[in-house]
Structures are given as C-alpha cells and as structure tokens.
C-alpha cells in the first residue's frame, strides 16, 4: 500500500509569501524522501532530498524539514513566485530508483 | 546536456493491442527507470534497469515488460491493451541506482479506445 501521502491536494498562496506543503509517511523504515515538482505538460523534477539521519536540508529558496517521531515531512518555498505553480509531490524510496509518491498538491500562486 | 528523451509523445491503441514505448537516457546515465501516471492512482513505479539488467519491478501483470540496450536506451512494451493501460508513461534517468535524483522525460502520453 501506499507510504506516503499528502494533507492537502490544493494550495493557494499569494505571490511574495512563503509556502508550506506537508506530506505524512507510514513506514518507520522509510530513510530518504524526496520532494519533486511536477508543471502542466511536463515530467516531476528533483526539487530536494532528504535522507532520515537529518531533520532539515536547505536548497535554493526551498527547505526541507524531517520529522521522524510523528512521520511527517514538510516542503518550504520561500517568496513563493508564479514560476512555483505546480504539483509538488512528496516520495520515498523503496530501493534503488524505486519511489513511492503521494498523490500530489497542486500550488497555485496569486499574482 | 540533453534531457531524457521519450518517443512517441502521444499516441493512440486500441484494446487488445499492444505498444512499444523509447527511452533515451541523459548521456552518461546507466539507471533507467519508468513509471505509470493517470489521475485515479497517480505514479506508480513500473520497472528499473541498470547496465541492461532489471533491478526492481513494479506490481504491474506480465503485459507490461520492459528492456534496456547496451547503449542504456530503454524500451517499455504493453501488450494486450485495456482501457485502463490509458496514462502518461514517463521514463527516468539517473546517474547511479543509490540516489533519489531522477532526471524524468516529458513522458508518451497512451490513449487506449
């Protein structure tokens, strides 16, 4: 079954703020998330990973933040600009290249 | 640096039917993966290949089989058609099988009738 899933499939923000997209896991030996944005028309791509021996990694205006007690992740964009309307989708890896991903929440920014 | 290349971008089958979907990975990367997208159960992971070996395997009927070339070019054959095969099939690329970061296509986008 699925081991990761998303709180919210919609998301709107205003342009300027910043944006939080959760995601909860199921599986306590899950131990490397991976978040992926996903535009209109096109494949996911690598926004920023993860691995569970760490609580918070930090990207280019994005942050990601771990939390293994209560399984729960969370994808922080900072000054989120109409460029960031997407899907985002939360995975885990399973092995390999093999990846389970959440269903996905589509993030609409407000000029 | 080229991205994933997947061909055709759009086509259309009929039930019973079967398809054969390309892959070509970014230049240099040896793990090629590929994966199911339709809005009823989103991705799902369908196989993996590594140096023309495949390492995983989705929970998908033995239609769907799968293929890697010597030059890491991938295939993808559905065979058998049903309705419910109708999805974005998308191919992904990484550098090595221990990492997260994959370099996805833009995906063959099968209608099924």
């Known amino acids: 079954g699925e081991s990761v899933g998303l709180h919210l499939p919609t998301l709107s923000v205003q342009e300027g703020d910043n944006s939080i997209i959760n995601c909860a896991y199921s599986?306590?030996?899950?131990?490397?998330f991976i978040w992926y944005k996903q535009e209109s028309g096109k494949g996911p791509q690598f926004i920023i990973d993860?691995?569970?021996?760490?609580d918070k990694r930090q990207g280019q205006r994005v942050t990601v933040l771990l939390n293994k007690t209560v399984k729960h992740l969370s994808l922080q964009i900072a000054a989120t600009q109409p460029g960031d309307s997407a899907v985002y989708f939360c995975?885990?890896?399973?092995?390999?290249?093999?990846?389970?991903f959440g269903e996905g929440t589509q993030l609409t920014v407000n000029p | 640096k080229a991205g994933v290349t997947q061909t055709p971008r759009y086509l259309i089958k009929t039930r019973g039917q079967q398809v054969t979907l390309s892959c070509s990975p970014i230049?240099?990367?040896?793990?090629v993966s590929w994966y199911q997208q339709t809005p009823g159960q989103g991705l799902q992971f369908l196989f993996e290949?590594?140096?023309?070996?495949?390492?995983n395997k989705g929970n998908f009927p033995g239609r769907f089989s799968g293929r890697q070339f010597s030059n890491s070019r991938s295939e993808m054959n559905v065979s058998t058609l049903e309705l419910g095969d109708s999805a974005l099939y998308l191919c992904?690329?990484?550098?090595?099988?221990?990492?997260?970061?994959?370099?996805f296509g833009e995906g063959s986008r099968l209608t099924v009738l």
């Open positions: 992904a690329s990484s550098l090595s099988v221990d990492t997260g970061e994959l370099f």
């Open positions: 599986n306590s030996a899950s131990d490397y």
């Open positions: 993860i691995r569970s021996n760490m």
């Open positions: 995975a885990d890896r399973l092995g390999g290249s093999r990846l389970t």
């Open positions: 230049s240099g990367h040896r793990s």
């Open positions: 290949y590594f140096s023309e070996t495949q390492r």
